[in-house]
C-alpha cells in the first residue's frame, strides 16, 4: 500500500508539500515541486514555508499558512512563488487537513502553477487597451477618406499617411500579444 501511495505522490502533476505547522520548516517535496521551483526536491526541505514566496507578499502568506494550519477540511488561496532561476509564478494554492506523526503535526498543501491566467489577463488588457488606440485612429481615418470629408489632396495624402502609420502600430501591437501566447 505505501508503494502504491508513493507512485501516487510522486507522480503528481501538482507541487505537493508537508511542513512542520509549529516550526513552518517543509518536511517533504515531491518530484513535482522541484519541477515548480526549478530545483531538486530536496532543495526544498528543510525550507521554511516562508521562503517560497516573494518578500513583499511575506505578511500574507504567514498569516495563509497560520489559517491553513489551524482550520480543519480543505482551504484555497492563491499566492506568487519564486522559482531558484527568480522567476515569479502564481499558484493555486490547496491546503489538506493537519495530521499528526510521533507527536508533531503537519499540514500539506498541493500547488498548481496558474501563471497563465496572469498572461491571459495581461492579453485581455492589451487587447482591450493596446490594440483599440491605433484601431479606433483606423477606423476614424478610414470613415473620412470613405465619406470624401477631405478636399483637399494634400490633406487627403497626410491622412493616408497617418492610416499607414496606425496600421503598422496595430500590426506591432498584434504581434506583441501574439508572443505572449506562445508557449514557453
Keep these: ?23 513552518g520548516f517543509i518536511t517533504f517535496a515531491n518530484a513535482a515541486a522541484g519541477k515548480l521551483f526549478n530545483c531538486l526536491p530536496g532543495d526544498l526541505i528543510g525550507m521554511h ?16 499558512f497560520r489559517d491553513f494550519s489551524t482550520s480543519d477540511g480543505y482551504k484555497e488561496t492563491t ?15 490547496t491546503g489538506s487537513n493537519r495530521f499528526q506523526i510521533d507527536g508533531k503535526k503537519y499540514v500539506s498543501a498541493y500547488f498548481k502553477d496558474i ?24 477606423l476614424g481615418i478610414s470613415k473620412l477618406l470613405k465619406d470624401d470629408a477631405i ?28 508572443s505572449k501566447t506562445l508557449l514557453k
Excluded at 514555508?49 to 495563509?64: M, R, T
Excluded at 501563471?115 to 483606423?138: C, F, G, K, M, W
Excluded at 492610416?163 to 506591432?172: G, R, V
Design 115 to 138: 501563471s497563465h491566467v496572469e498572461t491571459l489577463q495581461q492579453i485581455a488588457y492589451d487587447q482591450s487597451h493596446l490594440v483599440r488606440r491605433p484601431l479606433a485612429n483606423i
Design 151 to 178: 478636399s483637399n489632396e494634400q490633406e487627403r495624402k497626410y491622412l493616408i499617411d497617418e492610416l499607414y502609420n496606425e496600421a503598422t502600430k496595430l500590426d506591432d501591437v498584434v504581434k506583441h500579444v501574439t
Design 49 to 64: 514555508q516562508s521562503q517560497l514566496h516573494p518578500i513583499e507578499e511575506l505578511d500574507e502568506i504567514v498569516q495563509k
Design 79 to 93: 499566492a506568487h512563488i519564486l522559482t531558484k532561476t527568480g522567476e515569479r509564478k502564481l499558484v493555486l494554492i
Design 1 to 23: 500500500m505505501i508503494n502504491y501511495l508513493n507512485s501516487l505522490v510522486e507522480g503528481a502533476s501538482d507541487a505537493i508539500f508537508v511542513a512542520e505547522i509549529e516550526t
